[in-house]
């Protein structure tokens, strides 16, 4: 396939162009500024917008600002809207102008659509919440749901924590549990989706090549556990004491509104990404752990 990415020079980014040009696909990353990246990889081209979307077969769409890079303002906010929906609905304007489209759109969302449900199971059914990040992932999925109305089969990844060895919250949390004092957020009750980053990409792939597979997919692992079980874990998988908690009232001084996305409770279900046939690699939290952290 001749696949267009977005958001390819990220930390999911970068593993997904690995396993596409590992498949032998012929990709291209969608970047603000292509010359800092045209040398980078043998392989994979880079280009900025506008771009001809006619030449690519499907579209994998993963740009968006960081949630959790910094304190949420106004400005932030916008920038946080900017990056996913007003891109998207930019992408979404390209397919439809174009003449020859893409088959497939497989666009990112967040399992903050579903807000701080407590114990609820949360499958692909369940409806979103209230508040400032369930409502931009509600008009996110909303963009890129419109290629449909253009004949493009579109696929929506609710992402959960995504752990890895090189990025996202294990990179930050792993320096904390190293010197004892990592622990839970809170009571440490509330429920914590996750997936390993190599099943998130191929997540996408399993989306992009099979066309019986279409609408939203909990893009978290089945093996789901509760805050205070995933510091324990990381604790045992680093011979490390996981006991101190950390308190909602100093979260929230630290890091404002964005204290409210570590300590919702999502007991998310990924029921449609298995009845579509897709296989976690890494279905249970312990050997994820192993697997990013004594590779290092």
């Excluded at 609820?120 to 209230?130: M, T, V």
């Excluded at 998130?200 to 939203?216: E, K, T």
């Excluded at 045992?236 to 950390?246: E, G, K, Q």
Aim: glycine share 10%; aromatic share 8%.
């Amino acid at each position: 396939m001749n696949v267009l990415v977005t958001g390819g020079t990220g930390f999911v980014g970068n593993i997904l162009v690995n396993l596409l040009c590992a498949r032998d696909d012929r990709v291209t990353v969608l970047t603000r500024r292509p010359e800092r990246y045209r040398s980078a990889r043998a392989g994979v081209a880079y280009a900025g917008w506008p771009l001809d979307v006619s030449k690519f077969d499907a579209v994998v769409n993963l740009a968006g600002a960081g949630v959790l890079d910094r304190r949420w303002n106004d400005a932030y906010k916008a920038e946080l809207r900017a990056s996913r929906v007003d891109l998207t609905r930019g992408l979404v304007e390209a397919l439809a102008a174009s003449t020859q489209r893409p088959r497939v759109l497989v666009s990112a969302s967040a399992v903050g659509y579903y807000g701080d449900r407590g114990e609820e199971l949360l499958a692909e059914s369940a409806g979103p919440a209230d508040g400032f990040l369930a409502q931009l992932c509600v008009d996110w999925e909303a963009e890129a749901s419109k290629a449909t109305l253009h004949g493009v089969r579109v696929a929506i990844v609710r992402i959960g924590l995504v752990l890895g060895s090189h990025g996202g919250a294990l990179k930050q949390m792993t320096p904390i549990f190293k010197l004892g004092l990592g622990g839970p957020f809170g009571l440490g009750r509330a429920w914590f989706p996750w997936i390993h980053v190599n099943d998130l990409a191929a997540l996408m792939i399993h989306a992009l090549a099979n066309d019986g597979v279409s609408g939203p997919l909990n893009g978290a692992a089945p093996g789901i556990v509760r805050n205070r079980e995933y510091a324990r874990t990381f604790g045992r998988v680093l011979s490390r004491p996981a006991i101190l908690p950390v308190p909602p009232i100093a979260l929230r001084l630290v890091l404002g509104e964005v204290a409210s996305v570590l300590t919702a409770s999502q007991h998310t279900v990924p029921e449609r990404t298995l009845k579509s046939g897709f296989a976690f690699q890494f279905p249970e939290l312990e050997p994820a752990l192993r697997n990013l952290l004594h590779r290092r």
